[in-house]
């Protein structure tokens, strides 16, 4: 009579085949990693030397600063001072031009985000004669330097005038100037983000009996909040750090004047009180730093998705 046997599983007691491979894979892949981070922390820190030895001359005066490097600041005897920043913040018309750096960013950069938002949608869902054209058209004015535009759209601003509002030297032409610059590459950028949303909710919603104007309100702009986010900090950080068009459209009555050409105004001619536009520029940097970590969780989605959809 024959024993019952047990059964025998073909090389239970050994090691799988791959193993080895896979723990060869993974050794590779841990170093690769481990080169990568040291890689990106080397260039962390070159990015990041411009912006401390700004910040480490902002606490020196300007004899220490012409007598040595920034660097030499950072071992005893150290003689910081906090006068560049007292000067600066008590300056006459220092917080008036930092309120009309709010006045200008701000509408500037809600007036491109919506503006752009419509057309976006309209360029990628909407069907109408001549729409790649003009997409095209509004794309291409990216490639036109600013600086051509300004002395035509300066003589507009001076013989037009709005109900008898003369253009000429306000903040309103400042945010028409602002809305004209940011709006191609703000068009760009949402339409390939909304371009590339799910055909079928749109189909869907349409079956629904819902609107243009439904779907964009309450579909496109829920789903499109990582590109927009990244749209307000482009244009707010542009807008923000402009210097070029405010001086231009604003012209040289200081009442109107932004942040940045008050610190531009603080230099003399021959170079000199540069000392006091590092404490100013660090000033300055306060609300930009506060709008970038605010949306930064949704910057990089933003930008990726907008630049790979289409």
Same mark, same amino acid.
């Given at each position: 009579?024959?024993?019952?046997?047990?059964?025998?599983?073909?090389?239970?007691?050994?090691?799988?085949?791959?193993?080895?491979?896979?723990?060869?894979?993974?050794?590779?892949?841990?170093?690769?990693?481990?080169?990568?981070?040291?890689?990106?922390?080397?260039?962390?820190?070159?990015?990041?030397?411009?912006?401390?030895?700004?910040?480490?001359?902002?606490?020196?005066?300007?004899?220490?600063?012409?007598?040595?490097?920034?660097?030499?600041?950072?071992?005893?005897?150290?003689?910081?001072?906090?006068?560049?920043?007292?000067?600066?913040?008590?300056?006459?018309?220092?917080?008036?031009?930092?309120?009309?750096?709010?006045?200008?960013?701000?509408? *500037?950069?809600?007036?491109?985000?919506?503006?752009?938002?419509?057309?976006?949608?309209?360029?990628?869902?909407?069907?109408?004669?001549?729409?790649?054209?003009?997409?095209?058209?509004?794309?291409?004015?990216?490639?036109?330097?600013?600086?051509?535009?300004?002395?035509?759209?300066?003589?507009?601003?001076?013989?037009?005038?709005?109900?008898?509002?003369?253009?000429?030297?306000?903040?309103?032409?400042?945010?028409?100037?602002?809305?004209?610059?940011?709006?191609?590459?703000?068009?760009?950028?949402?339409?390939?983000?909304?371009?590339?949303?799910?055909?079928?909710?749109?189909?869907?919603?349409?079956?629904?009996?819902?609107?243009?104007?439904?779907?964009?309100?309450?579909?496109?702009?829920?789903?499109?909040?990582?590109?927009?986010?990244?749209?307000?900090?482009?244009?707010?950080?542009?807008?923000?750090?402009?210097?070029?068009?405010?001086?231009?459209?604003?012209?040289?009555?200081?009442?109107?004047?932004?942040?940045?050409?008050?610190?531009?105004?603080?230099?003399?001619?021959?170079?000199?009180?540069?000392?006091?536009?590092?404490?100013? *520029?660090?000033?300055?940097?306060?609300?930009?730093?506060?709008?970038?970590?605010?949306?930064?969780?949704?910057?990089?989605?933003?930008?990726?998705?907008?630049?790979?959809?289409?």
């Amino acid at each position: 009579m024959t024993q019952a046997q047990a059964p025998v599983t073909v090389g239970a007691d050994l090691p799988p085949a791959r193993e080895p491979a896979r723990r060869e894979r993974a050794g590779r892949r841990g170093a690769g990693g481990a080169v990568l981070h040291l890689v990106l922390l080397l260039i962390m820190v070159l990015w990041a030397i411009p912006a401390v030895g700004l910040f480490v001359a902002s606490f020196r005066t300007a004899e220490a600063t012409n007598r040595s490097g920034w660097w030499t600041a950072l071992v005893p005897p150290w003689g910081f001072t906090f006068a560049n920043y007292d000067y600066v913040l008590n300056r006459a018309g220092f917080w008036d031009s930092f309120l009309n750096s709010l006045l200008i960013t701000v509408p *500037a950069t809600v007036l491109v985000v919506m503006i752009a938002a419509f057309a976006a949608y309209a360029f990628a869902w909407m069907t109408f004669p001549g729409r790649n054209v003009i997409f095209v058209v509004v794309v291409g004015l990216l490639v036109v330097p600013l600086q051509v535009t300004l002395i035509p759209v300066l003589t507009l601003f001076r013989d037009a005038s709005i109900g008898g509002y003369d253009l000429s030297g306000t903040i309103l032409a400042v945010w028409l100037a602002h809305t004209g610059y940011g709006l191609p590459f703000a068009v760009y950028l949402l339409r390939n983000y909304i371009g590339g949303l799910p055909r079928e909710l749109f189909e869907a919603a349409e079956i629904d009996g819902a609107g243009h104007a439904t779907i964009f309100f309450r579909l496109v702009l829920p789903m499109s909040v990582p590109v927009l986010a990244s749209l307000v900090i482009f244009q707010f950080l542009w807008v923000w750090n402009d210097l070029l068009v405010a001086l231009v459209y604003l012209g040289p009555v200081p009442a109107n004047h932004p942040l940045s050409v008050t610190l531009a105004n603080l230099t003399t001619n021959f170079g000199g009180n540069w000392q006091f536009v590092t404490a100013a *520029a660090f000033v300055s940097m306060v609300i930009p730093i506060v709008v970038f970590f605010a949306l930064q969780r949704y910057f990089v989605r933003g930008i990726t998705g907008g630049a790979v959809k289409g």
